[in-house]
C-alpha cells in the first residue's frame, strides 16, 4: 500500500511538471511563430540575432530533445505493468527478446513529431526576433530623428544671436 501511495504521489508531481512543462512549450511555440512573421523584414542587425538565436539553440535543443526522449521513452513503457510486492511479474517475458519491428515505427513517428515541434518553435523565435529587430530599428529611426531636430534646433538659436 505504501509503494502504490509513492507511486501515485509520483505521478501527480509529474503531472504538475508536465502541464508547466505544456505551458512553457506553447509559451516558445509562441515566440518563435512571431519572430518568423517577421523574418526578412527587417536587416538591421539579423546577423547578431541569428548568432544569438544559434547560440541558444546550440544550448537548448539537446536539453528538448532529451526531454522529449525520455517522455517518449516513458509513454511507450507506462504499458508495461509495475510489478509490485508480492505479485509475480507474469506480464514480463522469461527471457528477454529484442522489440518487436513496431516499434521503429514509434521512434520515427515520435522523432517526426519532435521535428515539427522544434521548427515550429524555432519559427515562433525567428519571428520575435524579427519583430524585436524592427522596434529596435525604429527606435533607432526616432533616436536619429530627434538628435537631427535638436542639432536643427540649436543651430537655428545660434544664427540668431549672429
Known amino acids: 500500500m505504501k509503494e502504490l501511495e509513492q507511486e501515485k504521489?509520483?505521478?501527480?508531481?509529474?503531472?504538475?511538471?508536465?502541464?508547466?512543462a505544456r505551458e512553457w512549450y506553447q509559451n516558445q511555440i509562441h515566440g518563435v511563430a512571431e519572430r518568423?512573421?517577421?523574418?526578412?523584414?527587417?536587416?538591421?542587425?539579423t546577423?547578431?540575432?541569428a548568432e544569438s538565436s544559434q547560440s541558444r539553440m546550440n544550448i537548448l535543443l539537446p536539453k528538448l530533445q532529451e526531454v522529449n526522449r525520455c517522455l517518449g521513452d516513458l509513454i511507450s513503457s507506462s504499458g508495461m505493468p509495475f510489478a509490485s510486492h508480492g505479485a509475480a511479474p507474469a506480464a514480463i517475458p522469461s527471457n528477454p527478446q529484442p522489440p518487436p519491428p513496431p516499434?521503429?515505427?514509434?521512434?520515427?513517428?515520435?522523432l517526426k513529431e519532435q521535428n515539427r515541434l522544434l521548427t515550429q518553435e524555432v519559427t515562433e523565435k525567428?519571428?520575435?526576433?524579427t519583430q524585436?529587430?524592427?522596434?529596435k530599428a525604429a527606435l533607432i529611426k526616432q533616436?536619429?530623428?530627434?538628435?537631427?531636430?535638436?542639432?536643427?534646433d540649436s543651430s537655428a538659436l545660434d544664427s540668431t544671436f549672429i
Do not use: N
Open 103 to 110: 516499434v521503429a515505427p514509434k521512434a520515427i513517428q515520435r
Open 126 to 129: 525567428s519571428e520575435r526576433i
Open 132 to 135: 524585436l529587430e524592427q522596434e
Open 9 to 20: 504521489d509520483s505521478l501527480l508531481a509529474g503531472l504538475d511538471v508536465v502541464e508547466r
Open 143 to 152: 533616436l536619429f530623428e530627434a538628435r537631427a531636430r535638436s542639432a536643427h
Open 47 to 49: 546577423d547578431f540575432f
Open 36 to 45: 518568423q512573421k517577421h523574418v526578412g523584414q527587417a536587416s538591421r542587425c
